[in-house]
């Protein structure tokens, strides 16, 4: 039955927005006076554009997807729906009608009215691949297969709501670092284009051979005062260009391959693949999914395609009688603690239940770094600001007191 989307007045005069299934659109104008709603307008559900998206370049296309905290509400509210025994589509509808976001509201109506057809959820799901990553289909098609789409989901809810705590926290401990970055930078700035070209003018009119320090600061205040513009060019260019070569496999690829290498970086990098797959496969695994096709769907999951590429090897490997924690140890991205979790998982054939305990480990650890690296970053920026800060000063002193050297001599 189709779908409407509608505006009403109730009894005391409010608008109100909901959606409401009828056959045709005259039905819903009656169900909506039946229920004692005025009704202003109603539409098809999915007929009627986004009212910005005629004036949408085509770059902002993805606007029209849904965003990351209303896929964290709507996977939640459809997980405890669906546990306390309603019907799929009638889930997605009452998600619906709770949604504010028009673009997700229209996004999960069109997903009810293909489950209304007949069709999978996950399948449903395809159509909107900017809402609904790889792994997240891979999830609840492995949900629907098994019978479990509401632990499934609940799993999953877990799962993001842990990761966009983990975001929360890195955004908000990175404000204050930011805020002083910017102010330093600010005073660098003003140093620059306004201090040392009024000094400039002054060391010009003095007989004296300006230290080599002091000529470099003046020099640099010249060139940023007279092609400011040009940097700027230059820098929105190389970022342009940084993308294009971004959007190449190859160039991706080596890129993601030499960030494994760098010091520090890249085993934080590593420990955050590792944790993305432990907490992925313990999802697919719990949900019933062989191990074969859990292991496909937990590669989608990696954002490093030299990892990626690994995990391929590794599914090849375990499809042909490899035990999963040989075929990972092969891959060498995963931590040895983990390694050693996952052979004991296999051999007490209890891998469903010591691989979360390991994403737990991980996610941990990659949480303990976070706040590391993070409390190391504001005296970091206050060292090398203060540093700048310090050159630029003893340029303009230096002249000073050569001047001081010479009137006593």
């Known amino acids: 039955m189709p779908a409407f989307e509608y505006s009403a007045l109730d009894t005391t005069g409010r608008r109100t927005r909901g959606v409401i299934s009828a056959p045709s659109g005259a039905a819903a104008r009656a169900e909506l006076r039946r229920r004692q709603l005025a009704p202003l307008t109603i539409d098809r559900a999915g007929d009627k554009p986004a009212a910005s998206a005629r004036f949408n370049l085509p770059g902002m296309a993805r606007n029209r997807s849904m965003p990351a905290s209303a896929r964290l509400l709507m996977t939640r509210q459809l997980a405890t729906l669906v ?35 007949g069709e999978r959820l996950s399948g449903a799901m395809l159509a909107f691949p900017g809402s609904f990553p790889p792994v997240y289909r891979a999830m609840v098609a492995a949900g629907e297969s098994s019978g479990a789409l509401g632990s499934v989901l609940d799993r999953l809810a877990a799962h993001l709501e842990k990761s966009a705590a983990l975001s929360r926290k890195v955004m ?17 700035a003003v140093l620059m284009t306004a201090i040392v070209p009024r000094l400039a003018e002054q060391f010009d009119s003095m007989s004296i051979t300006l230290p080599v320090l002091t000529q470099a600061i003046i020099a640099m205040s010249q060139f940023l005062q007279a092609g400011w513009m040009f940097l700027l060019a230059g820098l929105a260019a190389a970022v342009i260009g940084l993308r294009v070569l971004l959007r190449r496999r190859a160039v991706r690829d080596r890129l993601d391959r030499i960030s494994l290498s760098v010091p520090l970086l890249g085993g934080f990098l590593r420990r955050v693949e590792a944790a993305r797959f432990a907490r992925t496969l313990s999802v697919l695994l719990a949900a019933g999914t062989v191990l074969p ?21 590794v599914v090849a490997q375990v499809e042909t009688g490899r035990t999963l924690s040989s075929a990972l140890e092969s891959a060498r991205f995963l931590p040895a603690l983990t390694l050693h979790m996952i052979a004991a998982g296999e051999r007490s054939a209890a891998l469903d239940s010591m691989l979360p305990r390991a994403a737990d480990q991980l996610e941990g650890e990659l949480e303990s770094a976070s706040s590391t690296a993070l409390s190391l970053l504001e005296p970091a920026i206050i060292i090398v600001m203060g540093a700048i800060v310090a050159l630029i000063v003893l340029s303009i002193l230096l002249p000073i007191l050569q001047l001081n050297t010479l009137a006593l001599g």
């Open 83 to 117: 546990e306390a025994g309603l019907p799929l589509a009638e889930a997605l509808e009452i998600v619906a009608a709770q949604t504010v976001n028009a673009a997700s509201r229209r996004i999960l109506i069109t997903l009810r009215e293909r489950v209304l057809e």
């Open 172 to 188: 908000t401990a990175l404000i204050y670092p930011c805020a002083l970055a910017v102010t330093a930078m600010t005073v660098i």
């Open 293 to 313: 096709d859990a292991l496909r769907a937990a590669r989608k999951a990696a954002t490093n395609a030299h990892i990626g590429a690994c995990l391929e090897e």
